[in-house]
């Protein structure tokens, strides 16, 4: 029976209880194939059951659509859940396109006011910056986004693909409870510099994409298994050559698999929970058959040398994504 418990993240005043395992909800509206709103709905009530109250979205996530969805889902169950999400990623309501990136605090103000509204919330556990403004300095984002503490309309402050300098100067303005970056067991970027100074911060960290964007689930050999409007057609890491090296870790993840009479969804979610009680993943799906095996990696427990193994393996070859512009580096 699957269990799922809870852990900190952040520390002192900015600590946040949320579940071991979050769910992020962006495919549920866009960018991973047909999208079912009923299905959906069905896999965060769900989640709920099965103890997996941390919901991950964005307002960038359909665009808009997302916080919808996510806020008609847990109208009626809002006590029960930790709601994350994101301003930033500016989109246009048009024709869905990316308008660039905004950190100026008139934008915060003003999409924390349209996500609350969205979603039906008078307050929101966790909000992100999504993607670092080059053009406003830090110290006037996480400003504003402290004012919207202060006004009671969120609760705590997360960072998403922030880098190591940006964090610090963050975390001097206001706590800082979460940083959201990608993470798993073919990416390993974060390991050098994010997560030692997270935790000399007391800043949680939540990993996304742990699954390798569901690479690492082996159900992915070729571009052919993927919809024609999957924005994974277009990942460097699944083109080509890259496409051949990185078969090579999804091989070790289904060996391992075999022997634990496990899923390969589980024994990678397994890895990035043993990375500590302050990393908490957020593999997203659309469907609750997905959603329970990947909650069930909660019980299976891998040894040193399996760990070992997999850390062996080694980074996946080819870029994150097509364009690295918008990283903060």
Not at 271 to 298: C, F, H, M
């Amino acid at each position: 029976m699957t269990s799922i418990t809870t852990t900190t993240l952040g520390s002192g005043p900015a600590a946040l209880e949320v579940s071991r395992l979050g769910l992020g909800c962006m495919g549920m509206s866009e960018f991973y194939g047909a999208t079912d709103d009923a299905e959906s709905i069905a896999t965060i009530h769900r989640a709920l059951e099965l103890g997996v109250t941390f919901l991950d979205t964005a307002d960038m996530y359909g665009p808009f659509k997302n916080e919808e969805l996510v806020g008609r889902a847990i109208a009626d169950r809002r006590d029960g859940v930790v709601l994350a999400t994101k301003f930033g990623n500016v989109r246009d309501p048009e024709n869905a396109g990316f308008r660039g990136i905004d950190g100026s605090p008139e934008y915060v103000r003003s999409a924390c006011d349209a996500s609350l509204k969205r979603l039906g919330l008078d307050h929101i556990d966790l909000y992100y910056q999504h993607r670092v403004d080059q053009t406003v300095p830090i110290e006037e984002t996480v400003g504003a986004m402290a004012e919207l503490v202060q006004a009671g309309k969120v609760r705590h402050l997360g960072l998403s693909e922030a880098a190591p300098d940006t964090i610090r100067r963050a975390h001097a303005v206001h706590p800082i409870s979460a940083l959201q970056t990608e993470y798993s067991i073919w990416e390993r970027g974060p390991e050098a510099e994010i997560l030692p100074l997270l935790r000399e911060l007391g800043i949680g960290f939540v990993p996304y994409s742990p699954l390798g964007r569901g690479f690492l689930t082996g159900t992915i050999r070729t571009l052919d298994d993927l919809a024609e409007d999957d924005f994974r057609r277009f990942q460097p890491r699944l083109q080509g050559e890259h496409l051949e090296q990185n078969i090579a870790i999804v091989e070790i993840v289904d060996r391992l698999a075999a022997e634990h009479d496990a899923t390969a969804a589980q024994i990678a979610l397994a890895w990035v929970l043993a990375q500590g009680d302050d990393v908490v993943p957020i593999p997203g799906t659309k469907r609750r058959t997905y959603l329970e095996d990947n909650a069930a990696s909660v019980d299976v427990t891998l040894s040193p040398d399996d760990l070992r193994l997999l850390d062996d393996a080694g980074a996946a070859a080819g870029d994150r994504y097509p364009d690295m512009s918008t990283i903060d580096r």
